[in-house]
């Protein structure tokens, strides 16, 4: 009898019960230009990470200087602190749907971020989400280092009763401050340089070790000022008419884009995971919960500051160092330590790692691309980008915002609406193959990108003082002045516009292969 041979293309990949689909060996060229072993799938067998490892992975990143002092930076504006309390989670909430949505191709294919993009993009157009991911992940990580090395330089000098602060100058600051700020930089590169699964287990038990410290704090607080004070019924001075939705908007665009850089990239964490449930729970219990709760507890501590010391001091660790016991400002400092590495290196620095990597996966690893977010880091000026907070929630956030909801935009559509999450995988690494588009370039996805970019960040403008000065890098009627209107709404008009132009350019199906 003559045995039958099977017709058809062969098959690349294959599905184990929980729907985690794993690579037939030699899937694709294994000297392909656009693969390294930090770019390949994660084979199912070690996608490892549980809901208590997302959880906690949120945990650690939401319990932040940054994220703290969120709040305050609402108030400033105006918004009494259940107001900011409200837009602060409703923020969260909202930037949760696309990270679950994003986030949902990790465990089924174990692909990081940049292989995903090349799905809607090409195996060449990839690069441009890629890289203005690392961007702005290089902007994130100048700041929060130059956040924790100042925390540690505060902390520091009250230790050593102010020699610190009366040091000789670099470029206006005390040269303890730059030393502080190099050091904290040093050991963030260092734990990154161990790879995924050290960070994993160091995520797992700062999280619990942040929140301690956060309680510490407000329970400290507490005692000193015999309760939580005036802040907590002080009114709006926006109440909740015609003055306060032109804060709340934009506001809330801003706090959205506090976490947008994560909902592009989280597929860069969630290929570790082991099945869809452990990164849905993990994500929706780890992140609006503890952002709210953190903008809580940041209220009740500040509120109590204002009846011990007469003014309301937002920042925890200028709160800290007014302690006078060395244990409790010894404690202080090791939690912001923990506290900031485990946001720093998580948020911002495996993402342009793996972006880095799929610019030139043959030159640039995962470890030499988190060396060189390092380095850009530094170059950026980060001490320039949060000088005030006009400057960091309008502008930086907001157009930082708008520009990554267009590229959420065009992910979402290509993997749920055209390919109804259905990829293949081994094309994803193969030049010819049906990702490969004209040359490595989806037109489509560049030309909704470039549109609901334009549409998103095009009318951004600054407002002006009580004095007519403008605050901000951007003229009064807007960049282009008629767009001016969505400028408030960037993120979600960049999202909006470019999912819906890109299902209407892609024709709202799966293109065929071409071939070089």
């Given at each position: 009898m003559t045995e039958t041979v099977p017709t058809g293309p062969p098959i690349t990949q294959t599905a184990d019960a929980a729907g985690r689909i794993e690579l037939a060996p030699d899937a694709f060229p294994a000297d392909s230009p656009f693969a390294n072993e930090d770019l390949r799938p994660v084979p199912a067998s070690e996608r490892k990470w549980t809901t208590y490892n997302f959880a906690a992975l949120w945990i650690s990143m939401a319990h932040c200087i940054p994220s703290w002092t969120l709040a305050s930076g609402l108030v400033a504006l105006g918004m009494d602190w259940k107001q900011a309390v409200f837009t602060i989670a409703l923020a969260n909430i909202i930037v949760l749907l696309p990270m679950l949505a994003t986030g949902h191709a990790g465990p089924k294919y174990g692909i990081p971020f940049p292989v995903l993009a090349r799905a809607s993009f090409g195996l060449r157009g990839a690069n441009i989400p890629a890289l203005i991911r690392a961007a702005v992940a290089c902007g994130w990580f100048g700041i929060q280092t130059w956040i924790g090395g100042s925390g540690i330089f505060a902390l520091g000098s009250k230790l050593t009763g102010g020699e610190w602060e009366n040091a000789g100058k670099i470029a206006g600051n005390p040269w303890p401050l730059w030393l502080c700020f190099v050091l904290f930089w040093a050991v963030q590169i260092a734990i990154i340089y161990r790879g995924m699964d050290f960070l994993r287990h160091f995520e797992n038990w700062a999280a619990p070790f942040v929140i301690a410290g956060a309680f510490v704090l407000l329970i400290w607080i507490a005692?000193?000022?015999?309760?939580?004070?005036?802040?907590?019924?002080?009114?709006?001075?926006?109440?909740?008419?015609?003055?306060?939705?032109?804060?709340?908007?934009?506001?809330?665009?801003?706090?959205?884009?506090?976490?947008?850089?994560?909902?592009?990239?989280?597929?860069?964490?969630?290929?570790?995971?082991?099945?869809?449930?452990?990164?849905?729970?993990?994500?929706?219990?780890?992140?609006?919960?503890?952002?709210?709760?953190?903008?809580?507890?940041?209220?009740?501590?500040?509120?109590?500051?204002?009846?011990?010391y007469g003014e309301a001091i937002w920042d925890p660790v200028t709160l800290a160092a007014k302690t006078d016991s060395t244990f409790g400002l010894l404690f202080a400092l090791i939690t912001v330590l923990v506290a900031t590495i485990s946001v720093n290196i998580a948020a911002n620095v495996v993402s342009p790692a793996y972006d880095l990597a799929n610019l030139a996966p043959k030159l640039i690893n995962f470890r030499t691309g988190a060396l060189i977010t390092g380095v850009i880091g530094i170059l950026i000026f980060p001490w320039k980008l949060i000088s005030t907070p006009e400057f960091y929630i309008f502008t930086w956030l907001g157009v930082v915002g708008?520009?990554?909801?267009?590229?959420?935009?065009?992910?979402?559509?290509?993997?749920?609406?055209?390919?109804?999450?259905?990829?293949?995988?081994?094309?994803?690494?193969?030049?010819?193959?049906?990702?490969?588009?004209?040359?490595?370039?989806?037109?489509?996805?560049?030309?909704?990108?470039?549109?609901?970019?334009?549409?998103?960040?095009?009318?951004?403008?600054?407002?002006?003082?009580?004095?007519?000065?403008?605050?901000?890098?951007?003229?009064?009627?807007?960049?282009?002045?008629?767009?001016?209107?969505?400028a408030d709404y960037g993120w979600a008009v960049g999202l909006g516009a470019s999912l819906l132009l890109y299902v209407v350019l892609m024709g709202g199906r799966e293109r065929e292969p071409q071939h070089v």
């Open positions: 005692v000193k000022a015999n309760g939580f004070g005036e802040l907590l019924s002080q009114p709006s001075k926006l109440g909740w008419g015609p003055d306060f939705w032109p804060v709340f908007f934009p506001s809330l665009m801003g706090m959205i884009g506090f976490w947008a850089t994560l909902s592009l990239n989280i597929p860069d964490f969630t290929r570790f995971g082991a099945s869809q449930k452990a990164q849905t729970w993990g994500q929706s219990l780890g992140l609006p919960t503890t952002m709210t709760l953190f903008a809580v507890l940041a209220v009740m501590v500040t509120s109590g500051s204002e009846v011990v708008g520009l990554l909801g267009t590229v959420a935009g065009i992910l979402i559509a290509d993997y749920w609406i055209v390919r109804r999450t259905v990829l293949h995988v081994a094309d994803l690494y193969t030049p010819g193959g049906r990702y490969w588009y004209s040359g490595g370039w989806n037109w489509r996805a560049v030309a909704a990108f470039v549109v609901g970019g334009v549409l998103a960040v095009g009318g951004s403008y600054s407002t002006v003082n009580d004095k007519g000065a403008k605050q901000g890098p951007f003229p009064v009627d807007g960049l282009i002045p008629f767009l001016k209107p969505l």
